[in-house]
T-cell receptor
């Protein structure tokens, strides 16, 4: 079945450091890929998405590129801020499987000033 | 604010009891999804409704059921509650059946004692 694997946290960085959170997926159909962010005490918010191979999703300085050859969708940001501290979830939605949405386990990021 | 509302915010109940969680989707959204987030299982998709009809089922227990009403709000019913049902329950909505972008509510925290 479909699944998403993302790097385990927690990740602790200093402000302005470079961020990478790895995400790989397994899917039988043609998935769309997402990164969601969950701030403390809140629900998940869509951060960015990519619907086909080689698409790059970007938002708020975060980027991720849909790599079909490596089945990956790694999240990157060049310079993190304290306000980026949150839990990040990689997810896929499979159009060929009734839009079944699968989430990774989440990676907690803490950015220190 | 995603536009998705969930009530109640917190719920504390005893084992063996039954509770109902309520979700109102964003205005205009026809699809409603329910998720369970627990420390050991992560974020799990439970069930999806589209315009009043069940469209997809995930890891939903037989003790759990849901419905979507004509005004598009949805309720998740949890019965014969066990300690392990303690979790955050999120509702999400999207415009259409095959739309990948989901908007999450703030969640209901259920504690079973």
């Amino acid at each position: 079945g479909n699944s998403v694997t993302q790097m385990e946290g927690p990740v602790t960085l200093s402000e302005e450091a470079f961020l990478t959170i790895n995400c790989t997926y397994t899917a039988t159909g043609y998935p769309s890929l997402f990164w969601y962010v969950q701030y403390p005490g809140e629900g998940l918010q869509l951060l960015l998405k990519a619907t086909k191979a080689d698409d790059k999703g970007s938002n708020k300085g975060f980027e991720a590129t849909y790599r079909k050859e490596t089945t990956s969708f790694h999240l990157e940001k060049g310079s993190v801020q304290v306000s980026d501290s949150a839990v990040y979830f990689c997810a896929l939605s499979d159009r060929g499987n009734n839009n079944d949405m699968r989430f990774g386990a989440g990676t907690r990021l803490t950015v220190k000033p | 604010d995603s536009g998705v509302t969930q009530t109640p915010k917190h719920l504390i109940t005893a084992t063996g009891q039954r509770v109902t969680l309520r979700c109102s989707p964003r205005s205009g959204d026809l699809s409603v999804y329910w998720y369970q987030q627990s420390l050991d299982q992560g974020l799990q998709f439970l069930i999806q409704y589209y315009n009043g009809e069940e469209r997809a089922k995930g890891n939903i227990l037989e003790r759990f059921s849901a419905q979507q009403f004509p005004d598009l709000h949805s309720e998740l019913n949890l019965s014969s509650l066990e300690l392990g049902d303690s979790a955050l329950y999120f509702c999400a909505s999207s415009v259409a059946l095959s739309t990948y972008e989901q908007y999450f509510g703030p969640g209901t925290r259920l504690t079973v004692t």
